[in-house]
């Protein structure tokens, strides 16, 4: 199975991205962890992902917050697909880290989720991945039957309050 690379542009991503990690992990995908900066590492960005395919990467998460460029720094050096994860900023709660990576040029695309989305990205990398592992399908479908009795039972159970 190809493995995920999961890349912040600070340290103080981590607890975001660490939902990533986790839900990688869940579904049993390889994974690297790496701080790199857009800004400044940007030798280490493009080395990095130039080279992600050869090294059996199929996807790389990329979370940035501010300027946010990361994932477009990424995605501008590989045909992988790049999820980018906003992260929250004290100065716009995040929305300047969203329009960065959604507002990429033609070409270059970032796929996106929400602000502090780590565990969505976690769980779109594994959906990428699960074209043609079967093994990997079976997984996502059992989360997301798990997903509905969950609901199912939170139903019920405010059901039954009123």
Same mark, same amino acid.
């Given at each position: 199975?190809?493995?995920?690379?999961?890349?912040?542009?600070?340290?103080? $991503?981590?607890?975001?991205?660490?939902?990533?990690?986790?839900?990688?992990?869940?579904?049993?995908?390889?994974?690297?962890?790496?701080?790199?900066?857009?800004?400044?590492?940007?030798?280490?960005?493009?080395?990095?992902?130039?080279?992600?395919?050869?090294?059996?990467?199929?996807?790389?998460?990329?979370?940035?917050?501010?300027?946010?460029?990361?994932?477009?720094?990424?995605?501008?050096?590989?045909?992988?697909?790049?999820?980018?994860?906003?992260?929250?900023?004290?100065?716009?709660?995040?929305? $300047?880290?969203?329009?960065?990576?959604?507002?990429?040029?033609?070409?270059?695309?970032?796929?996106?989720?929400?602000?502090?989305?780590?565990?969505?990205?976690?769980?779109?990398?594994?959906?990428?991945?699960?074209?043609?592992?079967?093994?990997?399908?079976?997984?996502?479908?059992?989360?997301?039957?798990?997903?509905?009795?969950?609901?199912?039972?939170? $139903?019920?159970?405010?059901?039954?309050?009123?």
């Amino acid at each position: 199975m190809k493995k995920v690379a999961v890349i912040m542009g600070s340290d103080s $991503d981590l607890p975001v991205m660490r939902e990533a990690v986790e839900k990688l992990k869940f579904f049993g995908i390889p994974y690297t962890v790496r701080v790199i900066s857009a800004h400044r590492t940007p030798a280490e960005a493009e080395r990095f992902a130039s080279t992600a395919a050869a090294e059996g990467y199929g996807a790389i998460i990329a979370g940035a917050g501010k300027a946010a460029h990361l994932g477009g720094v990424l995605a501008a050096y590989t045909t992988l697909p790049v999820i980018g994860v906003p992260i929250k900023t004290s100065m716009m709660g995040g929305l $300047d880290s969203l329009l960065s990576m959604v507002q990429m040029p033609n070409g270059i695309p970032v796929a996106t989720v929400g602000v502090n989305g780590g565990a969505n990205a976690g769980i779109l990398a594994a959906q990428l991945l699960a074209v043609g592992e079967p093994e990997l399908t079976a997984k996502l479908e059992q989360f997301k039957a798990d997903m509905s009795e969950g609901v199912r039972k939170k $139903d019920a159970a405010v059901q039954e309050m009123l």
